[in-house]
T-cell receptor, first 115, second 114 residues
């Protein structure tokens, strides 16, 4: 079955360390997204990519970086510059439309805890 | 800028009872509207979407939603809930100006009591 795989499910890091979250999809989708979810808040867009080797900042990109070297992979690095990195991170994709009119397919998320 | 309001943070209903989750949006034109469901520790799954046409849309798991332009609402309904419907529900709105802006509401957590 096709889907989105996020790994690891839980991640623990010390403050000041960079950490990379993995997102792989075998849906052959063109567009991929990273969202951050905090308790009591909706999802907020960090970065998105509509095509290989191209990506754009979302609403809360500061302290994060991404790459899109392959269609199926869109890793997210949480840098030490991110002031409050502890959160639940969700990766998503769409077949080729835009997120505003094409349903998102989500992975099961990575819960990052930074102490 | 568009916005989405889900006024109910937490709703508790009895199994077998009807359900209505509220969603109000602020947007100038006809928006693209979505309802997603999230089980604990999981990603989100699309329940249904409205782009145009019939204002009553059917989704998966027996859910439906009605777009009411006059009230700027897109409420989610189910005639009889099951214990497995316990989850968090998110309404989302997209604009059609060619950007990736999809705005999510803050979610409504649904608890089912036997």
């Amino acid at each position: 079955d096709g889907g989105i795989t996020q790994s690891p499910k839980y991640l623990f890091r010390k403050e000041g360390q960079n950490v990379t979250l993995s997102c792989e999809q075998n849906l052959n989708h063109d567009a991929m997204y990273w969202y951050r979810q905090d308790p009591g808040q909706g999802l907020r867009l960090i970065y998105y990519s509509q095509i290989v080797n191209d990506f754009q900042k979302g609403d809360i990109a500061e302290g994060y970086s991404v790459s899109r070297e392959k269609k199926e992979s869109f890793p997210l690095t949480v840098t030490s510059a991110q002031k409050n990195p502890t959160a639940f991170y969700l990766c998503a994709s769409t077949p080729g439309g835009m997120a505003y009119n094409s349903p998102l397919h989500f992975g099961n998320g990575t819960r990052l805890t930074v102490t | 800028a568009q916005s989405v309001t889900q006024p109910d943070i937490h709703i508790t209903v009895s199994e077998g009872a009807s359900l209505e989750l509220r969603c109000n949006y602020s947007y100038g034109a006809t928006p693209y509207l979505f309802w997603y469901v999230q089980s604990p520790g999981q990603g989100l799954q699309l329940l249904l979407k409205y782009f145009s046409g019939d204002t009553l849309v059917q989704g998966i798991k027996g859910f439906e939603a009605e777009f009411k332009r006059s009230q700027s609402s897109f409420n989610l309904r189910k005639p009889s809930v099951h214990w497995s419907d316990a989850a968090e529900y998110f309404c989302a709105v997209g604009d059609n100006f060619g950007n990736e802006k999809l705005t999510f509401g803050t979610g409504t957590r649904l608890t089912i009591i036997p």
